[in-house]
């Protein structure tokens, strides 16, 4: 008899499953377990206040990313918090045998930059860290997903996690995108048809034409915002891309193991007529480069598109959110985007700081100068993302354009370092959310792709990459 | 943690969709604070002015809604970031229970892990149980876990369904970790089965390569 069509995701959790504990909730084996700065001292000082050990610290790895300066001189102990959280996560990892990657190392950067990059994450993984956008490392075929602060010292604890399996969707993106249109713009679109809570309950799956096409880094950017798509887990079969991304990295498999885990990797995407319990498919030819004009990443239209009138919303609590999101962003229905002058630049993040994301940028400014009303940052994601840029001359054209060229962390995506956009102001910014006073209070956050960042910072003003390149 | 049977006391509604953890909690207050100060920056960018005074137009000011257990929101409550300070900020707050027609997926981890019961009813359930608050003279509400019913200020009841595991564990105020592992030896029978099957996931040692 054939055995049922599977999904990737069905493959890879039925996989993990430990034990089937009662009401639908599985005990589910943990692959990776990333740190970061922010629980990563304190969850290991909580795990050894109870008395109990690291259940696999060769499973565990840290880096500090939220609260790190990122200034080109920055220490340790430039920011006031990160003096202390680093500290602490440095000698608890030590102390319980984790692997942490320090300032200034090969291996630093923001903790869903690196995973990939190193080879930590992996096809077919079950991988888990407290933060949301775990969901990035679902871009190599890897079940990833964000957990909060108890369910962070439960893995700790016993590798596994409790969890409730949730029910699969599947966006299927088919065309050829067109040119100057990114990722980061499929992804946007895609939540500005769906919404932002589309995706809640589900573990999406990214497929079609348009996604087997994408680099792996590329790949990622679509993953890293399932979390803003509403859905905590989003995945894209690995393919000969994937396998040829891992080759060679420093946590990947070597020799005959490499082979027998592409074996592996080989069985894992979705059987032909798998079953997905919702289904949506979106044209990616038609997709134009996207930017925010609102407080939630689904408020999002093309570059050359008007704001949205919420009068003409028939939902009242929508209509609402979209009022107040209009009056904290400054800005007035039927207006065009282009053209609106932006205070800030900012390049960077888990979303679009990686090299590829630098290229795009780099691109548009190269030759060129930022304009004198913005100040302009590249925050490479990673401490060998920013030495491979470097050694591409990237950093050359972003600083004889006027940009900072800064070191590896989260910097302004979150602002948690201090680094933050001041009250008022408006920025352009690769980053994920653009939430109420989430670069900052009171700071108006537009989310666009590297290359449209870049164009709005040698425009001085939201600006339609297209004509720039 | 500690059991949760019923709460009884002001519920305040605050009908918003998409409601994030940013907004619940800034990002700025997760690093250099204890858990349990957090309510004091609960819908912090909401709540104050400029100059740190109350924001009288945000409904948790209001003088009818002072000392809220309950909140009654909109959809996606709690979306965002998986920052499970958003949680500790609404306990400090004073919340016991949420009540809305969805949530964000991590968020509603976490609010059960810490205690916090949150209930999903259909949406136009939600706004009428917001217009029956709204319409009352006390606006107190009662939310039994144990009969899984809703008592609006008005006196009318509204059943609610919950996951049996989640209200078991919130009943018996259960230690997921203790319980956990009591099955260490599952654990490790699964993670030996699996090293023999995919022994590269517990090769960890970074290899030797040129740097990419
Ligand atoms: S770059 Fe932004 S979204 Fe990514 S982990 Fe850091 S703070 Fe979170």
Redesign the interface.
């Known amino acids: 008899m054939q055995a049922q069509p599977r999904t990737l995701f069905d493959k890879v959790w039925s996989s993990h499953v ?2 089937d ?5 599985s ?1 589910l ?1 943990i ?1 990776r377990h990333l740190l970061h700065d ?1 629980e990563g001292g304190g969850s290991l000082r909580r795990i050894a206040g ?1 008395g ?1 050990k690291v ?2 610290p ?2 565990t790895f840290g880096v500090p990313d ?2 790190v300066a990122t200034a080109p001189d920055r220490r340790a102990d430039s920011t ?2 990160s003096s202390r ?1 680093l500290s602490e996560m440095k000698e608890r990892s030590k102390e319980s045998g984790v ?1 942490y990657f320090d300032l200034g190392t ?1 291996g630093h950067g923001i903790v869903h930059v690196i995973g990939p ?2 080879g ?1 994450s ?1 096809p ?2 079950t991988i888990v860290c ?3 956008h ?1 969901c990035t490392h679902g871009g190599l075929g890897a079940l990833a ?7 962070v ?2 893995v700790l ?4 996690l ?1 969890q ?1 399996r ?1 029910t699969t969707m599947r966006v299927t993106l088919d065309g050829r995108l067109a040119p100057s249109v990114a990722a980061k713009d499929v992804i946007l679109a895609t939540i500005g048809k769906i919404g ?2 589309a995706g ?2 589900h573990a999406v799956e990214f497929a079609g034409s348009a996604i087997r096409e994408m680099s792996i880094d590329e790949r990622l950017t679509v993953c890293n915002l399932s ?2 798509l ?3 887990i989003g995945m894209i079969a690995p393919d000969d891309t994937t396998i040829s991304y891992l080759a ?7 020799g005959e ?2 082979d ?2 592409c074996e ?1 990797w080989r069985s894992l995407p979705s059987d032909d007529g798998a079953r997905f319990d919702v289904e949506h498919r979106i044209d990616a030819a038609a997709i134009a480069p996207q930017v925010t004009w609102g407080t ?1 990443p ?1 408020d999002v239209i093309a570059v050359d598109q008007r704001i949205p009138d919420p009068a003409h919303e028939s939902d009242p ?2 209509r ?2 979209m009022e ?1 999101a209009l009056a904290y962003m400054g800005l007035t229905p039927g207006q065009a985007l282009e053209g609106t002058p932006v205070d800030w630049v900012f390049v960077g993040s888990c979303t679009n700081g990686r090299l590829s994301d630098i290229r795009e940028a780099a691109r548009v400014v190269a030759g060129r100068k930022v304009a004198p009303n913005v100040l302009a940052w590249v925050v490479p994601g990673s401490e ?1 993302t920013q030495r ?1 840029a470097e050694r591409e001359g990237l950093d050359k054209i972003f600083l004889s354009a006027g940009f900072e060229w800064r070191k590896s962390g989260c910097s302004m995506c ?3 370092n201090g680094d ?1 956009v001041p ?1 008022g102001q408006r920025s352009v910014s690769t980053t994920n ?1 653009n ?4 670069q900052g ?2 700071a108006r956050t537009h989310l666009a792709s590297p290359a449209m960042a870049a164009a709005a910072a040698i425009a001085g003003c939201i600006a339609d990459a297209r004509k720039l390149v | 943690m500690e059991k949760f049977t019923r709460v009884t006391g002001v519920a305040v509604p605050l009908m918003r969709a998409n409601i994030d953890t940013d907004v619940i909690v800034p990002a700025k207050r997760l690093v250099g604070h204890q858990r349990d100060e957090l309510g004091g920056f609960a819908f912090e960018a909401h709540r104050y002015r400029p100059d740190r005074t109350d924001n009288p137009d945000f409904v948790l000011n209001q003088a009818r809604y002072r000392g809220a257990k309950i909140l009654v929101t909109g959809e996606n409550f709690g979306c965002g970031s998986s920052r499970e300070s958003a949680v500790w900020a609404l306990a400090g707050f004073g919340f016991h229970c949420v009540i809305a027609p969805s949530f964000g997926d991590i968020f509603f981890n976490n609010a059960f892990q810490n205690g916090m019961l949150l209930v999903c009813m259909a949406k136009d359930e939600v706004e009428r149980l917001a217009a029956d608050v709204e319409g009352s003279v006390t606006p107190v509400m009662t939310v039994n876990l144990v009969s899984r019913a809703i008592t609006a200020p008005s006196g009318a009841e509204t059943p609610f369904e919950i996951d049996a595991e989640r209200r078991q564990a919130l009943l018996e105020g259960r230690d997921e970790i203790g319980m956990t592992l009591a099955r260490d030896a599952e654990i490790r029978a699964f993670q030996a089965c699996d090293r023999a099957v995919r022994p590269w996931i517990y090769r960890t040692a970074p290899q030797d390569t040129e740097s990419a």
């Open positions: 430990v034990a504990l009662s009401g639908g909730v005990l084996a692959d922010l109870r109990l259940h696999n060769e499973l939220h609260a006031p918090n959280l692997t090969e990059e190193l930590l992996q077919g993984m407290g933060d949301s775990t997903f964000g957990i909060g602060a108890t369910e010292m439960h604890a016993t590798q596994t409790r409730t949730p932002a809570g809640r309950g979390i803003e509403g859905a905590k060679g990295r420093p946590y990947a498999p070597q193991l490499f027998r885990a592996h939630s689904q609590q929508r609402r959110a107040a060998s491979a979150a602002g948690i933050t009250p959310r939430f109420v006073g989430r209070p009171n």
